[in-house]
């Protein structure tokens, strides 16, 4: 399937889920936000959110400073 990840074109297996994505990121463990179709993604609903053919995903994530 192929979505729309932060303006760019991926194509993934499909029933690939959020959590899914993020080991594929290698962002696992860091502090993100996914925005899917313009909905944001809860943290806990993550694994069991599956991706659909078309979906258009932001995902950014923290970065510390100061």
Do not use: K
């Amino acid at each position: 399937m192929q979505i729309l990840l932060n303006g760019e074109s991926l194509e993934l297996p499909h029933g690939t889920t959020v959590a899914d994505l993020l080991v594929r990121l290698e962002l696992t463990g860091r502090r993100v936000a996914v925005e899917r179709n313009l909905d944001i993604v809860p943290r806990s609903q993550h694994a069991t959110t599956a991706l659909a053919d078309g979906d258009r995903l932001e995902v950014v994530h923290a970065i510390g400073g100061g």
